[in-house]
């Protein structure tokens, strides 16, 4: 079964740094997408970052120059380097990976921002 699990959420100070990895199981194919997103209470689920092929990243508006998207090597685990952590960055965040032209979605890591 093919499944992603997303880690390294939690609460962080504002100003503070999170790190969120995110790794795939269950397939020998490797993704032609993958990203990141966000769901804040009472809101849509958002673009955080996200790349493809052989792309650049994209970031959403709330990350540019703050948040990092990378992968390994093969492509099996991405990560989210966040850092000048704000308050409105709380939120579920999920990965997502696109897999021989299906979505596969993570359950989600919860990032809280706080003092």
């Known amino acids: 079964q093919v499944q992603l699990v997303e880690s390294g959420g939690g609460l962080v100070q504002p100003g503070g740094s999170l790190r969120l990895s995110c790794s795939l199981s269950g397939t020998i194919f490797n993704p032609t997408a993958m990203g990141w997103?966000?769901?804040?209470?009472?809101?849509?689920r958002?673009?955080?970052a996200a790349m493809a092929g052989g792309g650049g990243p994209v970031y959403g508006d709330s990350a540019?120059?703050?948040f990092t998207i990378s992968r390994e090597r093969?492509?099996?685990?991405?990560?989210?380097?966040?850092?000048?952590?704000?308050?409105?960055?709380?939120?579920?965040?999920f990965c997502k990976m696109v897999i021989?032209?299906?979505?596969?979605?993570?359950?989600?890591?919860?990032?809280?921002?706080s003092s």
């Open 46 to 48: 958002e673009l955080v």
């Open 74 to 93: 093969d492509w099996k685990t991405i990560y989210l380097q966040m850092h000048n952590l704000k308050p409105e960055d709380t939120a579920v965040y």
């Open 64 to 66: 540019e120059g703050r």
């Open 100 to 113: 021989r032209g299906k979505d596969i979605w993570g359950r989600g890591t919860q990032v809280t921002v």
């Open 37 to 44: 997103y966000r769901q804040a209470p009472g809101k849509e």
